[in-house]
Nanobody, 121 residues
Framework: QVQVVESGGGLVQPGGSLRLSCAAS????????MGWYRQTPEKQRELVAS???????TYADSVKGRFTISRDNAKKTGYLQMNDLKPEDTAVYYC???????????????WGQGTQVTVSS
């Protein structure tokens, strides 16, 4: 079965950087598209960044200029590079990957398990 495993979260000081990874099973054909979301106990889950099958990226206004979404289909892994982190970025981050299991099947969505990002001095 297809699995999506997140990593890269942790504790970082304001102004620091982290790179989150969203690794799919190596047997898949490709990551068709991907989104990164974040959630806190006080707020609804929020779409932070996304990338389409053609490589077009979008970002929430709160992270523009600081976060970068990307993917490496040779590694079957997506990334969220987070720079100049702020305390307001503290949340559990989830990836959602639209995956082509093979070359002829429609893409299916898979959620990562979530990774905690804490920005604090």
């Amino acid at each position: 079965q297809v699995q999506v495993v997140e990593s890269g979260g942790g504790l970082v000081q304001p102004g620091g950087s982290l790179r989150l990874s969203c690794a799919a099973s190596r047997s898949i054909f490709s990551i068709y598209a991907m989104g990164w979301y974040r959630q806190t106990p006080e707020k609804q889950r929020e779409l932070v960044a996304s990338i389409t099958s053609g490589g077009t990226t979008t970002y929430a206004d709160s992270v523009k200029g600081r976060f970068t979404i990307s993917r490496d289909n040779a590694k079957k892994t997506g990334y969220l590079q987070m720079n100049d982190l702020k305390p307001e970025d503290t949340a559990v981050y989830y990836c959602n990957a639209a995956i082509l299991v093979n070359s002829y099947t429609m893409p299916r969505n898979y959620w990562g398990q979530g990774t905690q990002v804490t920005v604090s001095s």
